[in-house]
């Protein structure tokens, strides 16, 4: 997944700030992208009808001035009053800090809009769908982290814990819902630290909603320091751009090392230690808070900005990632942009896909931006197939249709189907 004002003020001390110091980070947004995310994020703005029903409380407490110091570097934030820093360590978080093992807790995040429950509807199917097969019973445990005021329709029927937004104007509408997504994930594991059985695997993997589970994921040994956290690499995602390079060096300075530190990533897909997270979640959150807070950034990093403040957070704390490129990947493929799924688990249908005829005409069309309306939560249509397939197929850019990327889609289009036909009726109270 994947111009504006934000409620959130970074009020960083003079301190703080000689510590971050001015570095530039570079973007490099290619042009197909950039409209898809502006139109992704102006749907996440809908939100959808809500009703009372059993919720995990996001935690809302400020921290003291002794928790504000086992925070990373001592650093917090302020913003809307409220203190952005995680009083977490790896003995803090208790039982729930094991460290052994193989198994996978799944982690997604949502402001709990039509558009973001009607992807995670399918997610979370095809999910249940891997945990069936064979290796699935790696996949433990699965949360949706619900950045929301109040809870939603799905909280009944996915694992969720709900968090209370930053930006309340989120649950109709607001200009960029994503700013809220580290303090979301912040409260969850502030609420971990208390409740151990919230986090039931050494690995936690982020997702977004826009993924397809195609297989089980095979995760190494959490307790073997040989085996790499993995992340995927993100072309958008350039930190070593010329045009970002003076926003980037304001969040990762001069004295820390080369911008080819910052790995091209963001929060998601990335399967990573619990201690990991913890380590990386203040600067993760405080860096949020600096881009929304920084009219130059906001508009320099554009509509992937939260992603880039996770980067940056990953390479302050020293946190290396495998970064490798589709076939080879084991989290997502992106078609049409790749062909087949190759080693990864799951499909991102972040692109939309068209196919048309030799003569120039649309013949088959898949668009996550066109399923918007709430009534599609409660009843996700069945997905149309492609036709039969035609070697004189082309996509919307011109290039031709591999039989290859055509058994792709098409893979694809009939797991989101076969989700469908599995899933429940939605109550709405």
Not at 98 to 120: D, E, M, V, W
Request: hydrophobic share 40%; charged share 20%; net charge neutral.
């Amino acid at each position: 997944m994947r111009p504006m004002q934000s409620r959130l003020r970074s009020r960083a001390g003079l301190a703080q700030l000689t510590m971050i110091g001015t570095i530039g980070i570079c973007l490099g947004l290619i042009a197909g992208f950039m409209f898809m995310s502006v139109v992704d994020t102006v749907l996440e703005r809908k939100a959808g009808p809500q009703v009372q029903d059993k919720q995990l409380p996001g935690s809302t407490t400020s921290l003291t001035e002794d928790q504000a110091d086992m925070t990373s570097e001592g650093l917090t934030v302020k913003a809307d009053n409220k203190v952005l820093a995680v009083a977490l360590t790896d003995s803090s978080v208790g039982a729930a800090s094991a460290s052994k093992g193989r198994s996978i807790h799944t982690l997604c995040t949502s402001n709990g809009s039509p558009y973001l429950n009607y992807q995670t509807r399918i997610m979370y199917g095809t999910y249940q769908m891997i945990q069936k097969a064979a290796g699935g019973d790696q996949h433990v445990a699965f949360t949706r982290i619900l950045h929301r005021s109040e809870p939603d329709v799905l909280m009944a029927q996915v694992p969720s814990f709900r968090a209370d937004p930053l930006t309340p104007a989120c649950d109709t509408w607001c200009e960029f819902p994503v700013s809220d997504r580290p303090n979301a994930v912040r409260q969850f594991f502030d609420a971990a630290a208390k409740d151990a059985s919230l986090i039931q695997a050494p690995w936690l993997l982020m997702i977004e909603t826009d993924y397809v589970w195609m297989k089980p994921m095979q995760a190494p040994q959490a307790e073997d320091i040989a085996a790499s956290s993995l992340a995927f690499p993100f072309g958008y995602i350039n930190p070593q751009h010329p045009h970002v390079e003076g926003v980037m060096r304001k969040m990762y300075p001069a004295e820390k090392g080369p911008l080819t530190n910052v790995p091209g990533s963001g929060p998601a897909p990335v399967m990573m230690r619990l201690a990991e997270w913890i380590k990386v979640m203040p600067d993760w959150e405080r860096l949020t808070a600096h881009i929304e807070a920084d009219p130059e950034s906001k508009e320099k990093l554009g509509w992937v900005r939260e992603m880039y403040a996770f980067s940056v957070a990953l390479a302050l704390q020293g946190i290396k990632v495998d970064l490798a490129k589709p076939p080879l990947n084991p989290l997502i493929t992106q078609p049409p942009a790749d062909a087949t799924l190759g080693q990864a688990a799951m499909f991102h249908y972040t692109w939309g896909s068209v196919f048309q005829n030799a003569q120039g005409e649309k013949v088959w069309e898949f668009d996550k931006r066109a399923y918007t309306d709430p009534s599609i939560v409660t009843t996700p249509p069945t997905l149309a197939l492609p036709p039969a397939f035609d070697t004189q197929f082309k996509l919307q850019d011109g290039k031709a249709v591999t039989r290859e990327l055509y058994d792709t889609l098409t893979a694809m289009i009939k797991q989101i189907n076969q989700a469908i036909a599995n899933l429940s009726p939605l109550k709405i109270q």
